[in-house]
C-alpha cells in the first residue's frame, strides 16, 4: 500500500509540473526580445533642436495622473537643464583582491565596491517650455529652453558663488592663523609676577 | 482511497493552474460622463459666440473679460452668484497674485521606493471683492452657461490698467497650437500654459487650469532646481548588488501683476483643460 501511495504522489506531482509548465515549445530557440520601438516618440526629442542662443533639456514621465505626469515631465526637463549648466560629481572605487593558501587550499577573494554621487543646484530664471507632447502609452514628453543670455546668468552666478566661498574660506584660514599667532604669543609671554613690587 | 486521494489531487492541479483575474479589468477607467460645454455666449456685449471648447477672453475695447465658475445650487442665483464670486477673486488675481510651488520626486531602487510630491500655495485674496462684483458688466440671460453639474458666468471687468492683447487665434477647428508650444511672451508679456486633468466637476477642472497657469508663469521667473543622484554597486564573488537614490527638488516664489487670461480650451477626448495667460509684471521672490 505505501508503495502504490509513493507512485500516486509522484505521478501527480508529475501531471502538476508538466501542467503548469509554460505552453512555449522546448525546442524553440532562446530568441533575443524584440526591441521596443515607440513610433510616436516627439521630433524633438529624437532631433533635438539645435541653436547655439539656446539650451535646451527634455524631460518624459508616465503617471496614472496626466497633469502630474506634466508636471513631472517639466521639473525633470529643468533638472537636466540644470545639470548642463552645473553638476558636481564625487565617486570612490575600491576594488580588492586577495589571494590567500597554497595548492588546493588557494582561496581567491575579489571585492569591487563603486559608489557614485551626482548633485545639481542652480537658480533658473528664464526656463520655459517650448514644446510639448503626450504620446500613445500616455507619456508627457517636455521639451525646455533657456536663452544662452539667462544660461550665462546661471553661470555667472555660481562662480560669484563659488568666489564668496573662496574669500569666505581665505578669511577662515587668516582668522585661524591670528588665533594661532595669540596663542603662541601668549604662550610665549614671559609670567609677570603681580607681587614681586 | 486511492480515487479519493487523485480526486484531491486533480483538484489541486485545476485551482493551481487556473488563472488569476486580471488587476488592469479590476482597475479598468471609468468613462466619465463629462460634457463639453456647448456655445458659451461669449461677449454678450458684442453679441460674438464662440465654441464651447474654446473660450476666447481678449480684453474688449480695453475691458477684461473673466470666466467664473462653481458648481449648482439648488436655487439657480445662488450659483450664478458663487460663480460671480469665483470671477472677482480672479479680477482681484490681475490686480496682484503671489503663490509658491515645490515639488520634490525620489525614486529608489525598490519597487515602491518612488514619492512625486507637488505642494502649491496662493496667497489669499486681500481685496474686498464685493465692489469688484458690483464694477462687472453681466448679463444673466446672456453671460450663463449650466453644463455637467456646474455653472459659468461671463464678465466684462472694466480695469485702469488694460492690456495691449491683440486676438490670437483665428481657427477655431482644431486645437490651439499654443497647447503643445507654448509661447514664451506673447506682445511682450511673460506668458505659459496652465494645465489640469479632468475633476468630478467641470469647473473645478478649469479653475485647477487656471491656477496651474498662475504657476507655470511663476516658475519661469525664477527656480532652484537641485539633484541628488546616488549610485552604488558592489561585486563580491557570489553576490552582488546595486542601487540607486534620486531625490529631485524645485522650488519657485513669485508675485505677478496683471495675471490674466487670454484663453482656455477644453480636449474634447481627455477633458483636460488648458489655460492660456500672460502676466504684466512677473518677478521671483
Known amino acids: 500500500v505505501k508503495k502504490s501511495w509513493f507512485l500516486i504522489v509522484a505521478v501527480v506531482a508529475a501531471v502538476l509540473a508538466v501542467g503548469c509548465a509554460s505552453s512555449t515549445p522546448a525546442a524553440a530557440p532562446a530568441a533575443e526580445p524584440a526591441p521596443v520601438v515607440q513610433d510616436d516618440v516627439p521630433d524633438f526629442v529624437l532631433n533635438p533642436p539645435n541653436n547655439e542662443d539656446v539650451i535646451y533639456g527634455i524631460g518624459s514621465a508616465q503617471l496614472s495622473n496626466s497633469q502630474l505626469a506634466m508636471r513631472t515631465a517639466e521639473a525633470r526637463a529643468r533638472r537636466s537643464l540644470a545639470q548642463t549648466l552645473r553638476v558636481s560629481v564625487q565617486g570612490m572605487l575600491i576594488d580588492y583582491t ?8 588557494l582561496t581567491n577573494t575579489q571585492f569591487v565596491q563603486d559608489v557614485g554621487r551626482q548633485l545639481t543646484d542652480a537658480n533658473l530664471i528664464g526656463s520655459k517650455v517650448v514644446k510639448r507632447q503626450q504620446t500613445k502609452d ?26 564668496k566661498a573662496n574669500a569666505r574660506y581665505a578669511e577662515y584660514k587668516a582668522n585661524e592663523a591670528v588665533n594661532k599667532m595669540d596663542q603662541y604669543l601668549n604662550q610665549a609671554k614671559p609670567e609677570v609676577d603681580n607681587n614681586s613690587n | 482511497m486511492v480515487r479519493n486521494t487523485v480526486l484531491f489531487f486533480l483538484s489541486l492541479f485545476l485551482i493551481a493552474c487556473s488563472s488569476t483575474p486580471s488587476l488592469t479589468a479590476i482597475f479598468q477607467p471609468q468613462q466619465t460622463s463629462v460634457v463639453t460645454p456647448a456655445d458659451i455666449p461669449v461677449g454678450g456685449s458684442d453679441g460674438t ?94 453671460d450663463v452657461l449650466e453644463v455637467d453639474w456646474s455653472i459659468f458666468v461671463r464678465v466684462r471687468y472694466p480695469h485702469s490698467i488694460p492690456l495691449a492683447v491683440k486676438r490670437i487665434h483665428v481657427s477655431r477647428d482644431a486645437r490651439p497650437d499654443w497647447v503643445l508650444s507654448p509661447p514664451g511672451e506673447i506682445n511682450g508679456y511673460p506668458a505659459a500654459v496652465g494645465f489640469a486633468n479632468p475633476r468630478e466637476k467641470v469647473h473645478n477642472t478649469y479653475i485647477a487650469s487656471y491656477e496651474g497657469a498662475i504657476f507655470a508663469i511663476i516658475s519661469t521667473t525664477g527656480i532652484q532646481v537641485r539633484g541628488d543622484t546616488s549610485t552604488y554597486g558592489d561585486n563580491q564573488s557570489i553576490f552582488s548588488s546595486f542601487g540607486m537614490d534620486e531625490i529631485g527638488t524645485s522650488m519657485s516664489k513669485g508675485t505677478l501683476k496683471g495675471f490674466y487670461v487670454l484663453d482656455t480650451w477644453l480636449d474634447p477626448e481627455t477633458k483636460g483643460v488648458y489655460t492660456l495667460a500672460i502676466a504684466r509684471e512677473a518677478a521671483a521672490q
Open chain 1, 98 to 105: 586577495e589571494s590567500a593558501g597554497v595548492g588546493d587550499d
Open chain 1, 138 to 163: 500616455k507619456t508627457w514628453w517636455v521639451l525646455m529652453a533657456l536663452s544662452a543670455k539667462d544660461a550665462k546668468n546661471v553661470v555667472d552666478s555660481v562662480i560669484s558663488e563659488q568666489q
Open chain 2, 49 to 142: 459666440v464662440v465654441k464651447g471648447d474654446f473660450w476666447d477672453t481678449t480684453p474688449l475695447d480695453g475691458d477684461l473679460i473673466i470666466i467664473g465658475g462653481a458648481g449648482q445650487y439648488m436655487k439657480r442665483q445662488d450659483g450664478i452668484n458663487a460663480a460671480l464670486q469665483d470671477a472677482a477673486r480672479k479680477a482681484a488675481f490681475y490686480d496682484s497674485v503671489g503663490g509658491s510651488i515645490q515639488e520634490t520626486e525620489r525614486v529608489g531602487s525598490g519597487i515602491f521606493d518612488y514619492v512625486n510630491k507637488v505642494d502649491t500655495q496662493l496667497n489669499p485674496v486681500e481685496a474686498d471683492l464685493l465692489p469688484i462684483i458690483e464694477s462687472f458688466q453681466f448679463d444673466p440671460e446672456q
